[in-house]
């Protein structure tokens, strides 16, 4: 039997069966998608399990059927052009052909078509192979490179900055460390006592100047808390710590500045101003830093100055009051009021010129108030319109005597309540219609006008005087300045009536300005918020409640 | 005749007001300090009180704060007419303080005009 198959082998028509037997294992064993094509109707003849396997589909779905009727290729026009240029050509290959399966996954594969002749009929075989895996690890090849190539880049970049890095830390020590020695030459040299604190109210570094005015050492100092210092109000009372400006700087993240009696070791005290600076990173308090000033000699000033004001207002005002009185008796005495006209010119020009003094005490004092911040200023409620009317009437008598018309163009109805201080307000309009009156020659007009626009009172003193240049207006409200053209018209001013105008009205958050030219008369206006000074006392609605109250 | 008491340290002052005011057939004594004034209210009890502001001894506010005191508690009778004769510009809220709920009458002596005064006074003795 086995001879006989052997010898039946070795005959040509049995070594063709053979080589059809190994070709059959092949096909059937294939770890390749074969597939066995009908040359002229591309109509499937036969698949092997690979294949079946691969696409999911069974034999019987398989055969008599065109590749493209089932759906594997997803470009049928495609396909049908590619199967004609097999027919043709005899050869086709896709490295890379997306091909679907039943269910719809795609794989890709590598597809290589060949045409031949099987006993004299045409035949297409296709080889499948599936190359998803390869195909993913070509990928991930792809990837890592790129991968690996950011990689390269990012690090030769991280190497570079960090090069940079060092080179700036590098210059910024260098500059850290230059401007730490200009820091210390500084602290160490100015003027100025300093007082460098850290967070936790403790003594880091004081200055020669420090120790010069405290009479500790900076090593006493150093490491101590800051109440070591002690401080004390002008009673003796010693400062809480709360209330030190270490703390209040601290708390507030703002630089505080208080005055303050120091104590020293030997229980003397001085004024010693000081200022503490928080000293903020990124928003965090660190430290801060405290400049101590003796103000011994600043405080005698003041004190002197305050002196000198009581001085003025009550041992001048005195003699010029009772002269003032005497004067004002003498002349109404009967046998005066019948003297030579000549003697009454003479008691006239005494008592003129004892008002000018006591007027040029009323301003020094006005000034030196002002100078100190130490304007007097009690609000109340008024008319505006009354209280202008009443000085107007009163200053008509001067006006009526200069041959000058004085005229107030004031209806009370529209004009609203403001509260201001009484006296202040009086000074202000009474000097700026004074002003016009006396820098206005004979048959000349002065008016007086008010409006309100919003929450705005203006009021205007025109007058038809001599006028004041654009040079001399930016000037015109500085202390003591005059015109030429004033000091020749009128030698008794003082140039403080306009300074005291501005500092008050200034002081109330309002404006005055002067509109005027040379012959041509002038215009001061000022204007007043009128609901300002309610504000910022007790809030009342509005002002409509302070307009009901001011009528009397 | 109305009587009127005047508190003044400064000798010129007083004897003006006081020959002034004789003159008007007011009844005038006077004191120099605020010690003294209120002993003399007090033995007087005039029907105004014209009180200057710094003396000696005590001040002219401080005494009108202890005359309105004993009034208040009812030792000198009803409350006194009284107008304040300076040459200071004491803080206003002092001088509502002294003159609590009554209108305050205040004159700063060197901007006043003798007759000014004067014919504030006969108005304020004239009710």
């Not at chain 2, 605020?34 to 000696?56: A, H, N, Y």
Request: net charge neutral.
């Amino acid at each position: 039997m086995v001879g006989k198959l052997l010898r039946g082998l070795r005959s040509p028509l049995g070594k063709l069966r053979l080589s059809e037997l190994r070709y059959r294992r092949l096909f059937e064993t294939a770890q390749d998608g074969i597939l066995i094509l009908d040359a002229d109707t591309g109509k499937i003849a036969d698949v092997n399990p690979f294949l079946k396997e691969l696409l999911g589909y069974s034999e019987a779905e398989l055969i008599g059927k065109q590749l493209w009727e089932i759906g594997v290729f997803k470009d049928i026009v495609g396909s049908k052009a590619a199967f004609i240029e097999l027919q043709t050509k005899g050869y086709i290959r896709y490295k890379d052909l997306p091909l679907q399966t039943k269910n719809g996954q795609v794989i890709d594969v590598e597809f290589v078509s060949n045409a031949y002749l099987v006993d004299s009929e045409k035949v297409i075989q296709c080889n499948i192979r599936d190359i998803t895996n390869r195909k993913k690890a070509e990928e991930a090849v792809v990837s890592r490179a790129k991968e690996l190539e950011v990689l390269t880049l990012s690090q030769e970049k991280t190497r570079r900055a960090m090069l940079n890095v060092m080179e700036d830390l590098e210059k910024a020590k260098s500059i850290i460390e230059i401007e730490k020695v200009k820091d210390e030459a500084m602290f160490a040299s100015i003027g100025e006592g300093l007082i460098a604190v850290n967070n936790n109210r403790k003594i880091i570094n004081v200055n020669k100047k420090t120790e010069d005015l405290l009479g500790w050492t900076a090593k006493e100092l150093i490491g101590k808390v800051i109440t070591t210092l002690r401080l004390e109000s002008e009673d003796g009372q010693l400062i809480s710590l709360e209330k030190r400006p270490t703390s209040i700087a601290l708390a507030t993240q703002e630089t505080a500045n208080v005055v303050y009696y120091f104590v020293k070791k030997d229980r003397t005290r001085f004024p010693l101003a000081i200022n503490a600076t928080p000293i903020i990173l990124g928003g965090k308090t660190i430290g801060l830093i405290e400049t101590l000033r003796d103000i011994t000699r600043e405080t005698e000033v003041d004190k002197a100055k305050s002196e000198f004001v009581s001085l003025a207002s009550h041992q001048l005002r005195t003699p010029l009051g009772i002269i003032k009185w005497y004067l004002e008796a003498l002349t109404q005495e009967k046998y005066l009021a019948d003297a030579p006209t000549q003697i009454q010119g003479y008691f006239k020009e005494i008592n003129k010129n004892n008002e000018r003094v006591l007027s040029l005490v009323r301003d020094l004092l006005s000034v030196s108030r002002i100078d100190q911040g130490k304007v007097r200023n009690t609000p109340q409620s008024i008319d505006p319109a009354q209280v202008i009317r009443e000085i107007t009437e009163q200053l008509r008598i001067i006006a009526d005597k200069k041959g000058i018309k004085l005229r107030c163009l004031i209806s009370d109805a529209h004009l609203p309540a403001i509260t201001i201080d009484l006296l202040r307000f009086h000074e202000v309009v009474e000097n700026l219609i004074i002003n016009a009156i006396e820098y206005t020659a004979a048959k000349g007009t002065v008016t007086v006008v008010a409006s309100r626009i919003g929450s705005i009172l203006s009021f205007y003193v025109k007058d038809t005087g001599i006028g004041i240049s654009m040079t001399d207006q930016k000037k015109l409200f500085t202390k003591f300045f005059r015109t030429e053209k004033a000091v020749g018209y009128n030698p008794e001013g003082s140039g403080l009536g306009l300074y005291v105008v501005k500092s008050y009205v200034e002081g109330w958050g309002g404006t005055v300005a002067v509109n005027s030219a040379i012959g041509r008369g002038s215009t001061f206006t000022v204007s007043l918020p009128v609901y300002r000074q309610s504000s910022l006392k007790q809030h009342k609605k509005g002002g409509v409640s302070d307009e009901k109250n001011s009528h009397s | 005749m109305k009587k009127i008491v005047i508190v003044e340290d400064e000798l010129a002052y007083s004897k003006l007001l006081k020959d002034q005011l004789a003159s008007r057939s007011y009844e005038v004594v006077t004191a120099s300090d605020g010690e003294e004034g209120l002993e003399v209210v007090k033995k007087e009890r005039p029907d105004l009180l014209l009180v200057d502001i710094r003396m000696p001894k005590m001040d002219g506010l401080a005494m009108l704060n202890q005359l309105r005191q004993e009034e208040k508690e009812g030792k000198s009778g009803q409350r006194m007419k009284a107008i304040i004769l300076t040459n200071l510009e004491p803080d206003e809220a002092i001088i509502h303080k002294v003159f609590d709920d009554q209108p305050s009458y205040y004159f700063v002596k060197s901007d006043t005009k003798l007759e000014d005064l004067i014919k504030k006074i006969d108005q304020l003795l004239a009710d």
